[in-house]
């Protein structure tokens, strides 16, 4: 079974129609790219998964759940993680309690400071700023702030909105290797990126959105190879 | 005119500052993180100080009113937000404005159906009654009691909010409901306890100023005037502005009806115009928010 499937998705915003029937399967332990360009649906996809849409229609499964009726809040406590592409990192809150708060709809049962413990030790570049506060932090620390606190209650997947925006090119290789580590851990990954090339390097498959649809799938590396459907879809 | 007579008018002062607190943080805290203007807090101003004289009445204590009273008030806001108020997320702000306005004058007429339109008088509990010499004058006992409840509940709340579970929930909540969602907290259960919250404020409020005037089916028109005068020259949404606010106005009126007493209702309209000209979203609020 597909970790999330999707099937037939229509999602609106207002009066604008933004997904046109898409669908795409992901299964698990396996991390997949979905390009495109600016505009094409792919926010608005990762948003109709996440539950944050106004209008959405059509069959999201997760694990064999049905996502559609479930407010956001659910999705989440079903192992479903999301990172925003603005990173919300929470105004007024140090690194700690941001962290805290992957962890407020997690089991009663996990140890907290364990797991702050645990993830200080994936990103050390956090266990030295834990008790300043979040938004003073760099981008790319926020970035990595924002990854921590959807991977620390140990989500199944993980869906990111354009991680390696706007980072300095070494933070973006360290991500890719953790990226591939939660891989081999099992852990099921959906990357919407723009910058294609990393993210096909790192990616297993590839997905191609277009104008709300999904216009080309493929393993990773042939769609890397393909320099002229890459052209055609990607190109800025 | 002595140092002994102004320390006592400063001081009562504090004490009505203490009052206009509870009832400005319940109206900050509502606003700051459900972003409804809530009309009707003046109106369960009154509820409250009604609840406490019935339910002290019944029981023939008044600490059974000042305990019970906030309780089911807050209770009954909660329920507010659910019926009422839920169905209106998402909306222009003045739809949940109109409708709280609205209830606030069905909560005032119910309450003059139910005790009348006169005045009730609400008794100092006989523990709390007479005055107490601190040196510099002698000062109500029962107004004392007043500011150190305020400020004992007043320091439950910051516990609340900086070192329990809950507290972290609201205070992220109130910066990003949407980041809570995909974290997996039911905004929509969090905002109902924080409307109950800011409603039991208010009811405290109602039920501990009780006791320094009477009870009538209007006492919370002007209390709601100043609750807002308050929260505008704090900032909205602000809780220590709401703090530092309340015992600023609550001062501020004191002391001009000491000096100037046709002066003492202006006076905070005066302050919340110089406030809004030097400094347009208030002594702590953020610029910005609407």
């Known amino acids: ?236 | 005119m002595d140092a002994e007579l102004i320390a006592m008018q400063l001081f009562s002062g504090v004490a009505l500052g203490a009052i206009l607190v509870m009832v400005a943080l319940g109206l900050s805290i509502i606003f700051g993180m459900l972003g409804v203007v809530n009309f009707a807090h003046g109106a369960l101003f009154m509820v409250g100080a009604y609840a406490g004289l019935y339910v002290a009445t019944l029981t023939g204590s008044f600490w059974w009113g000042l305990l019970v009273a906030p309780l089911a008030v807050g209770a009954f806001g909660m329920l507010i937000e659910r019926v009422l108020i839920r169905p209106l997320y998402g909306r222009s702000i003045d739809d949940p404005l109109l409708l709280t306005f609205g209830l606030g004058y069905v909560l005032v007429e119910t309450v003059r159906i139910l005790f009348g339109n006169e005045g009730m008088p609400f008794p100092t509990p006989p523990e709390l009654a007479g005055v107490a010499d601190l040196g510099i004058g002698y000062f109500p006992i029962y107004r004392l009691f007043v500011v150190g409840v305020v400020a004992v509940i007043l320091l439950l709340l910051w516990l609340g909010l900086e070192k329990t579970r809950f507290g972290l929930i609201v205070r992220a909540g109130a910066r990003d409901p949407q980041i809570m969602r995909v974290l997996g907290v039911d905004v929509a259960r969090v905002w109902l306890m924080v409307f109950g919250l800011g409603v039991g404020l208010t009811a405290l409020g109602g039920v501990l100023a009780a006791p320094m005037r009477s009870v009538d089916p209007e006492m919370g028109t002007l209390v709601l005037a100043e609750a807002f005068v308050v929260t505008v020259i704090g900032g909205m949404g602000s809780l220590v502005g709401a703090i530092v606010a309340g015992l600023l106005i609550g001062i501020a009126i004191s002391m001009t009806a000491l000096f100037a007493p046709e002066m003492a209702t202006i006076v905070m309209f005066a302050l919340m115009a110089l406030v809004l000209l030097i400094r347009p979203q208030g002594l702590f609020g953020k610029p910005g928010r609407a």
């Open chain 1, 1 to 236: 079974m597909a970790m999330l499937e999707i099937d037939g998705l229509n999602a609106w915003y207002g009066a604008s129609h933004v997904l046109h029937g898409l669908s795409l399967a992901v299964e698990p332990g396996e991390i997949v790219a979905l390009v495109g360009r600016n505009g094409a649906g792919k926010t608005t996809t990762i948003r109709s998964v996440m539950g944050l849409m106004p209008k959405a229609t059509g069959s999201v499964r997760f694990a064999g759940t049905e996502l559609l009726p479930l407010p956001a809040h659910a999705r989440f406590r079903l192992g479903l993680a999301y990172v925003p592409e603005e990173r919300r990192i929470v105004p007024g809150l140090s690194v700690r309690e941001n962290l805290q708060l992957g962890l407020l709809a997690a089991d009663r049962g996990i140890d907290e400071r364990a797991a702050i413990d645990d993830i200080a030790r994936t990103f050390p570049r956090l266990k030295e700023r834990l008790d300043q506060q979040g938004v003073t932090l760099s981008g790319g620390e926020q970035q990595m702030l924002a990854i921590a606190r959807a991977m620390i209650a140990r989500p199944r997947m993980i869906l990111l909105d354009e991680p390696s925006e706007g980072i300095m090119p070494v933070l973006v290789e360290e991500m890719g290797a953790l990226f591939r580590r939660l891989r081999d851990e099992g852990v099921t990954l959906l990357l919407v990126e723009q910058n294609v090339e990393w993210a096909l390097r790192l990616a297993d498959r590839a997905v191609i959105i277009d104008q709300g649809e999904i216009v080309h799938s493929s393993s990773a590396a042939a769609l890397l190879a393909d320099k002229a459907i890459q052209e055609r879809y990607c190109a800025v």
